[in-house]
């Protein structure tokens, strides 16, 4: 592997790394104020940080802050978080990683529709894979456990994860249009953070945040979302957006490790079967996005 290789995978996989822990101070955080105002909290301190980066960063476009799109997009993250905060105080961190990190899979399936990507074989076998994953992590393979409570935190997991499947996939089609990824990324932060303020107000009757909470929402506002962002934009820049799918596995991977070792969580056999169908279906969904930019690459070169 080439040192250049290795100075833009580095940044990519820390970026992983930072997102897996991002479940278990989510959880941790949700524990200790209402998951609405830890929303606003972490993109508050997210908004906050990206401003020395805007200064900093000559080629910010500022017409980017007044885009529909980037606004729209910017909606549709405010709501996937308050969903993500909200089905976390109703379930475990295991299984919110692997039921938001599904949508891989429904990215792939999006892009058909609108970036105009082929639909195949591999990638409809991979959302059969996944859909089964989800209905063995939902319920924990117990048809009874339908409309208890734990099922209904992993729904609002699931469907956050769907949520950000139309996020990246709009995001991406703003992409194609010339916006910059990194200028498109601040200004998302800060209009998730004025999105986010009314339905704080309106949803989060109690605003009592004890320390544990403050820490958590720095935590996840100026690292696992300002610098792991930052560090995701320059490793895509070098390498493409194919690497992706391999940074969501270390993102799984890392946020069950982290569960496990920090939060003491134990897998039950339905997790961790349903686990594996989801893990089959990004790595099926993953080595076909690979296999389609490698072709790509080498008919450009003939």
């Given at each position: 592997?080439?040192?250049?290789?290795i100075?833009t995978?580095?940044?990519?996989?820390?970026?992983?790394?930072?997102?897996?822990?991002s479940f278990v101070?989510?959880k941790?955080?949700?524990?200790?104020?209402?998951p609405?105002?830890?929303?606003?909290?972490?993109?508050?301190?997210a908004?906050?940080?990206?401003?020395?980066i805007?200064?900093?960063?000559?080629?910010?476009?500022?017409?980017?802050?007044?885009?529909?799109?980037?606004?729209g997009?910017?909606?549709?993250?405010?709501?996937?978080i308050?969903?993500q905060?909200?089905?976390?105080t109703?379930?475990?961190?295991?299984?919110a990683?692997?039921?938001?990190?599904?949508?891989?899979?429904?990215?792939?399936?999006?892009?058909?529709?609108v970036?105009?990507?082929?639909?195949?074989?591999?990638?409809?076998?991979?959302?059969?894979l996944?859909?089964i994953?989800?209905?063995?992590?939902s319920?924990?393979?117990?048809?009874?456990?339908?409309g208890?409570?734990?099922?209904?935190?992993?729904?609002?997991?699931?469907?956050?994860?769907?949520?950000?499947?139309f996020y990246?996939?709009?995001?991406a089609?703003?992409?194609?249009?010339?916006?910059?990824?990194?200028?498109?990324?601040?200004?998302?932060?800060?209009?998730?953070?004025?999105v986010?303020?009314?339905?704080?107000?309106?949803?989060?009757?109690?605003?009592?945040?004890d320390s544990?909470?403050?820490?958590?929402?720095?935590?996840t506002?100026?690292?696992?979302?300002?610098?792991?962002?930052?560090?995701?934009s320059?490793?895509?820049?070098?390498l493409?957006?194919t690497t992706?799918?391999?940074?969501?596995?270390?993102?799984?991977?890392?946020?069950?490790?982290?569960?496990?070792?920090?939060?003491?969580?134990?897998p039950?056999?339905?997790?961790?079967?349903?686990?594996?169908?989801?893990?089959l279906?990004?790595?099926?969904?993953?080595?076909k996005?690979?296999k389609?930019?490698?072709?790509?690459?080498?008919?450009?070169q003939?």
């Amino acid at each position: 592997m080439k040192l250049r290789d290795i100075g833009t995978e580095v940044p990519l996989l820390a970026a992983g790394v930072i997102w897996g822990s991002s479940f278990v101070s989510g959880k941790i955080g949700v524990e200790h104020m209402d998951p609405v105002l830890f929303s606003l909290l972490r993109y508050l301190f997210a908004s906050l940080s990206v401003l020395p980066i805007l200064l900093l960063f000559k080629e910010f476009d500022r017409t980017v802050m007044s885009s529909p799109a980037v606004i729209g997009i910017s909606i549709l993250n405010a709501i996937a978080i308050n969903m993500q905060n909200i089905g976390m105080t109703m379930t475990t961190a295991t299984n919110a990683v692997l039921l938001i990190d599904i949508n891989v899979v429904f990215i792939a399936v999006l892009s058909v529709f609108v970036l105009k990507e082929k639909m195949s074989r591999r990638l409809v076998i991979g959302l059969m894979l996944g859909l089964i994953g989800v209905f063995i992590t939902s319920t924990d393979g117990d048809i009874s456990s339908i409309g208890g409570g734990t099922l209904q935190g992993n729904l609002l997991a699931f469907f956050a994860g769907i949520i950000w499947a139309f996020y990246v996939v709009y995001l991406a089609k703003t992409l194609r249009s010339g916006t910059a990824l990194v200028s498109a990324t601040m200004a998302i932060i800060i209009w998730t953070t004025l999105v986010q303020a009314p339905l704080t107000l309106l949803y989060a009757p109690d605003m009592n945040v004890d320390s544990t909470g403050w820490a958590m929402a720095i935590y996840t506002g100026v690292i696992c979302t300002t610098i792991a962002f930052t560090l995701y934009s320059y490793g895509l820049r070098a390498l493409g957006a194919t690497t992706s799918s391999v940074i969501l596995l270390i993102e799984i991977v890392f946020g069950m490790v982290f569960a496990v070792l920090l939060l003491d969580e134990t897998p039950t056999a339905g997790t961790a079967i349903g686990g594996l169908f989801i893990l089959l279906a990004v790595i099926t969904i993953s080595f076909k996005r690979k296999k389609e930019k490698e072709d790509a690459t080498k008919r450009d070169q003939e």
